[in-house]
């Protein structure tokens, strides 16, 4: 046996296509071109040099993996069979059960350098199969980052023990699947952090949850990257039942929407924790946020950040619920906008606890409204746009104005507190034409043209 670094499998081997140390599996070669006569020795570098090879994993633990043209791995039987990458590597691949629906297989990547491709989940019967992240080294959670997409095609992505206290990153989440916890015990107990740092637009119609009763064992996730991700419930994987996703939820950058609700279904663990925005990101939601009764219940503005109630391009309610009755609900800590279909079928935010009457800092005329009109709004006709809780306003009515892009588009109109004191209402009294809607659009469109010419 040569003390060979790396191994390739370029298909040359008739036999057992298995990744396997069993000494008579020889399906690997010392050159890229080689005969396949070597069977696999742990911690090696692998490269896969075949087109698609579909590969039965069976227990195999490695340094470098190297996929140049795509790779599928399978698994025979229905013991537990797991890849672990100990240091990195890049391609695309894929992870499928067996043609009996009964294997049992985990890839773990566990390395100290990012994944650099994507990884395609389909979906197993047994419920801890699929792909781990997980961190054994330094707790400096590397074996991700911005180059690795994940598709669920059904499947599971997972945190491992590893990844409690700290972040694991990745460039892409779309699909639909189940993002979960491995490893759910009182010495795994703590917060793990998903960061979806993309800068694509993605849909993900899927569940997050810790697949577990205990409450101290939680996802949280950060979106950031200058892209769009979707959260839907519209492929039956629903956001209703979010399975216990209980950590801190922060829209860093780009834009987070979730359609769906999210109180969770694990008895032990009591609901949604606190959600960020930051300057510059927009969070939107059409459904409900029931937050944990050991919890404030906060969606926190930061100044610069944006609302977006309702999905991305149609109207819808945003809805926050529960909390321990101490959480002002909605906090806007400086400046910041509030996108807003208004008319028949309108956005409209509702916080449905007594103690959520809202909170601001920005002062007079910080919080503004961008309102699109979804094609039946009267002059003269009063909206209500904020339910707060309780019968009374934590926030100033000067704090609301309309936005200038509104005034420039020729909004017009008065904010009022009507109904019980709590609702927050806007009178119009002038609405855009379309044609001068339109006009307005074409002229800012070629004032950017305009100025981009002259800049270059």
């Known amino acids: 046996m040569a003390a060979a670094q790396t191994l390739y499998w370029n298909g040359g081997y008739e036999g057992d296509q298995g990744w396997s140390t069993t000494e008579s599996v020889t399906p690997w070669a010392l050159t890229p071109t080689g005969d396949p006569e070597t069977y696999w020795v742990p911690g090696y570098d692998a490269v896969f040099t075949a087109t698609t090879p579909d590969v039965d994993v069976w227990t195999a633990v490695a340094g470098t993996v190297t996929i140049q043209d795509g790779a599928t791995f399978t698994t ?34 566990d390395g100290t350098s990012a994944w650099d491709g994507t990884i395609t989940v389909q979906e197993f019967n047994d419920a801890n199969s699929g792909l781990v992240i997980d961190d054994s080294n330094d707790g400096s959670a590397t074996s991700t980052g911005k180059s690795t997409k994940i598709v669920l095609d059904g499947g599971k992505l997972m945190l491992g023990a590893g990844m409690v206290a700290t972040t694991a990153t990745i460039g892409e989440l779309s699909g639909q699947g189940i993002v979960k916890i491995r490893g759910s015990y009182s ?81 032990n663990v009591s609901g949604q924790n606190s959600y960020t925005v930051f300057g510059g990101a927009t969070f939107g939601l059409d459904g409900t946020l029931t937050f944990g009764s050991n919890f404030d219940g906060l969606v926190t503005v930061q100044d610069g950040g944006i609302l977006d109630p309702g999905r991305q391009n149609a109207s819808g ?10 959480g002002a609900g909605l906090v806007f800590e400086g400046a910041a906008n509030i996108r807003f279909n208004l008319g028949t079928n309108q956005d409209m935010i509702v916080l449905e606890e007594s103690s959520m009457v809202g909170s601001a800092n920005g002062g007079d005329g910080s919080v503004t409204f961008i309102f699109y009109n979804t094609g039946d709004v009267v002059i003269g006709e009063t909206y209500n746009i904020i339910s707060f809780g309780g019968t009374a306003q934590g926030i100033s009515l000067n704090t609301f104005a309309l936005s200038e892009e509104s005034l420039l588009a020729g909004w017009d109109g008065t904010f009022s507190y009507g109904g019980d004191g709590n609702e927050l209402q806007f009178t119009v009294s002038a609405v855009p034409e379309p044609a001068e809607a339109a006009l307005l659009l074409g002229l800012l469109v070629g004032g950017i043209v305009a100025l981009h010419r002259r800049r270059s």
């Open 76 to 109: 025979k039987g229905t013991s537990g069979h797991s890849l672990t990458v100990n240091t990195g590597g890049s391609g695309d691949f894929t992870i499928k059960d067996n043609s009996t629906g009964d294997g049992i297989l985990r890839v773990v990547l």
């Open 187 to 267: 010495n795994t107990r703590g917060v793990r952090m998903l960061k979806i740092d993309q800068d694509t637009n993605t849909t993900f119609s899927g569940t997050f949850g810790e697949d577990t009763t205990r409450a101290d064992n939680r996802i949280a996730m950060t979106k950031a990257g200058t892209g769009t991700l979707v959260i839907s419930s519209t492929s039956g994987l629903a956001t209703d039942a979010w399975g216990g996703y209980s950590g801190e939820t922060i829209i860093e950058a780009g834009s987070l929407y979730l359609i769906g609700s999210s109180a969770t279904t694990y008895t």
């Open 317 to 326: 309610t945003m809805t926050l619920a529960g909390g321990n009755g101490a």
